[in-house]
């Protein structure tokens, strides 16, 4: 059994698009152990995307990121990390396969609905940067 760090994005947070992005992740058996809607600061959205530091996207990025509210979640299953970047999609929702979340929710390649962690070792470090381990259950 692994575990995964997903966010939902400003831009799916807005248009109410939680609990259709969180039906599309149960029913591919991954299971929502921890949950919480909060609002990144910019610094803190920098500190979570530091890998991409230097990147041309960077600062839309971490703008869009503290734009508006986001839900956080640690997702359980067999294969979570693989199963969850399944479900996502593609980043680009042009490239992203039908029925997934970015095919069918996404705007664009940067506010692109979710966030996935993409190997054990960020997802670890994912899931200790949002929750306490109190709040893993
Ligand atoms: P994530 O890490 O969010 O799960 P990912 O692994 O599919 O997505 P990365 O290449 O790690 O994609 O990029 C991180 C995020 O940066 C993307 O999800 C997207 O929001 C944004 N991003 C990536 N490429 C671009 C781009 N060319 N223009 C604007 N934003 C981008
Ligand atoms: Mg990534």
Same mark, same amino acid.
């Given at each position: 059994?692994?575990?995964? %760090?997903?966010?939902?994005?400003?831009?799916?947070?807005?248009?109410?698009?939680?609990?259709?992005?969180?039906?599309?992740? &149960?029913?591919?058996?991954?299971?929502i152990? $921890?949950?919480?809607? @909060?609002?990144?600061?910019? #610094?803190?959205?920098?500190?979570?995307?530091? /890998?991409?530091?230097?990147?041309?996207?960077?600062? &839309? %990025?971490?703008?869009?990121?503290?734009?508006?509210? !986001? +839900? !956080?979640? +640690?997702l359980?299953?067999?294969?979570?990390?693989?199963?969850?970047? #399944? !479900?996502?999609? $593609?980043?680009?929702?042009?490239?992203?396969?039908?029925?997934?979340?970015?095919? *069918?929710? $996404?705007?664009? /390649?940067? *506010?692109?609905? +979710?966030?996935?962690?993409?190997?054990? #070792?960020?997802?670890?470090?994912?899931?200790?940067?949002?929750?306490?381990? @109190?709040?893993? +259950?």
């Open positions: 059994i692994e575990r995964t %760090l997903s966010i939902i994005k400003p831009d799916a947070t807005r248009r109410n698009l939680t609990g259709r992005i969180n039906a599309k992740f &149960e029913e591919a058996g991954l299971r152990i $921890a949950q919480k809607r @909060i609002r990144l600061t910019k #610094e803190q959205a920098e500190q979570f995307y530091a /890998v991409h530091r230097g990147r041309p996207f960077f600062a &839309e %990025l971490t703008e869009f990121m503290a734009s508006g509210p !986001v +839900v !956080v979640q +640690v359980e299953g067999e294969n979570a990390i693989l199963k969850n970047r #399944e !479900v996502m999609g $593609a980043t680009n929702p042009k490239d992203a396969a039908p029925g997934t979340i970015r095919a *069918e929710f $996404a705007e664009s /390649v940067g *506010e692109n609905s +979710v966030h996935g962690s993409d190997a054990p #070792e960020t997802a670890a470090q994912e899931i200790a940067f949002f929750f306490a381990g @109190i709040e893993l +259950v």
